[in-house]
T-cell receptor, first 114, second 117 residues
């Protein structure tokens, strides 16, 4: 069965530093991949998605993620962290032939230090 | 509507009472999901509706939980005889899912926070 692993339940970075949030999936066939962000007391919002067009995907708020098939990874990055990036980030995958069911990672809470 | 609307945003109830949570999805979205998010936890799938098809209820944790979707639009999640472990945020999401192919992007509501005393 498909699974998603997000390394680190909490990640702390200084304002202006690089943000790197890790996501690994288990499928041998490249699935659809998503990153969602959840700000306090809000629902989840799509940051970006990978479908197959390009391995480097750009999303909102300066975030991007790179699909690496050899590493079964889809890590999320942002060159310079801003205080407003403090939130919880979820990685999710769905199979290409059964796309209604998303498998979710446990989430990573991003903490920004001033 | 413009987004997914959930009500109530907060609900405090006593153990043993029944509660109903409502979700109004985006107009035209055929797929509707309910998830549960407990404190500090990820998303736990509860139930999925797609058009007129039979719902996928595989995530409902017990027979105290049920959900319906009337007219392919509004959905209600009902929890009977609430227990303290039911305390969580219940998230509803909808999507314009039209087939098995294509990336399925979900739009989430802000959630209903349930506290069982």
């Amino acid at each position: 069965a498909q699974s998603v692993t997000q390394l680190g339940s909490h990640v702390s970075v200084s304002e202006g530093a690089l943000v790197l949030l890790r996501c690994n999936y288990s499928s041998s066939v490249p699935p659809y991949l998503f990153w969602y962000v959840q700000y306090p007391n809000q629902g989840l919002q799509l940051l970006l998605k990978y479908t197959s067009a390009a391995t480097l995907v750009k999303g909102i708020n300066g975030f991007e993620a790179e699909f690496k098939k050899s590493e079964t990874s889809f890590h999320l990055t942002k060159p310079s962290a801003h205080m407003s990036d403090a939130a919880e980030y979820f990685c999710a995958v769905s199979e290409r032939d059964s796309n209604y069911q998303l498998i979710w990672g446990a989430g990573t809470k991003l903490i920004i230090k001033p | 509507g413009a987004g997914v609307s959930q009500s109530p945003s907060n609900k405090v109830t006593e153990k043993g009472k029944d509660v109903e949570l409502r979700c109004d999805p985006i107009s035209g979205h055929t797929a509707l999901y309910w998830y549960r998010q407990s404190l500090g936890q990820g998303l736990e799938f509860l139930i999925y509706f797609q058009g007129n098809s039979a719902p996928d209820k595989s995530g409902l944790p017990s027979d105290r939980f049920s959900a319906e979707r009337t007219g392919g639009s509004v959905s209600t999640l009902t929890i009977q005889r609430t227990q303290q472990e039911d305390s969580a945020v219940y998230l509803c999401a909808s999507s314009r899912l039209t087939g098995l192919s294509g990336a399925n992007v979900l739009t989430f509501g802000a959630g209903s926070r349930l506290t069982v005393l």
